[in-house]
């Protein structure tokens, strides 16, 4: 089944305590990005990749961290997260090639105390 | 700066009938527009897209509407079921080549039985 999944689902941490959210797709997709989802705000850009090694900056992407080692896998990395941070937490990819549709994972709750 | 802009928080509307979702954007540069549908616990899910070079595209019971002068699109659908019952977000990317979306804060649409 052609799918975006990510890990953990829920997490619960404590200011300053690194933490890697981890994200991956199984449809050899080029493109990858993680969006973070806020009341009144809706989602909002952290970090994209249009492909392995290659990353560039979203439109929130202070505090956090990404890499593009292999194509399916994208993870996210919060240094010290900060409580500013919690959020719902969405990782999605598309095939590139201008193809704008995004398959979106299920989320990931995460709640920095 | 919100530069994709849904001002309803949420819509009520009869099963049956008509739902109509409202979506204003600024940035003059944006080509190519999506809609997506949002569970609870799910992540968001493509429902359905337009370009610029349209002013209507249609999928079934969902119908996108695009007036360029305007700057404003909306989401028909037709006729409205329970399962519908979901937020919507409406998206925009700037060209035909580039995977980045800007997404507005999204639409809770409820439909009565």
């Known amino acids: 089944e052609a799918q975006v999944t990510q890990n953990p689902r829920y997490l619960i941490t404590v200011t300053g305590k690194k933490l890697t959210v981890t994200c991956s797709q199984n449809m050899n997709h080029e493109y990858m990005s993680w969006y973070r989802q806020d009341p009144g705000l809706g989602l909002r850009q952290i970090y994209y990749?249009?492909?392995?090694?290659?990353?560039d900056k979203g439109d929130v992407p202070e505090g956090y961290k990404v890499s593009r080692k292999e194509k399916r896998n994208f993870p996210l990395i919060l240094e010290s997260p900060s409580p500013n941070q919690t959020s719902l937490y969405f990782c999605?990819?598309?095939?590139?090639?201008?193809?704008?549709?995004?398959?979106f994972g299920p989320g990931t709750r995460l709640t920095v105390t | 700066d919100q530069q994709v802009k849904q001002n309803s928080p949420s819509l009520s509307v009869q099963e049956g009938r008509i739902s109509i979702l409202n979506c204003d954007y600024t940035?003059?540069?944006?080509?190519?527009f999506l809609w997506y549908k949002k569970y609870p616990a799910e992540g968001p899910t493509f429902l359905i897209s337009?370009?610029?070079?349209?002013d209507k595209n249609e999928d079934g019971r969902f119908t996108v509407f695009l007036n360029k002068s305007a700057k404003h699109l909306s989401l028909h659908i037709v006729p409205s079921q329970p399962g519908d019952s979901a937020v919507y977000f409406c998206a925009a990317s700037e060209d035909f080549g580039n995977e980045k979306l800007t997404f507005g804060t999204g639409t809770r649409l409820t439909i009565i039985p």
């Open positions: 990749s249009m492909n392995v090694e290659v990353t």
């Open positions: 337009i370009s610029s070079i349209k």
């Open positions: 940035n003059s540069m944006f080509d190519y």
């Open positions: 999605a990819s598309s095939p590139g090639l201008a193809i704008h549709e995004q398959y």
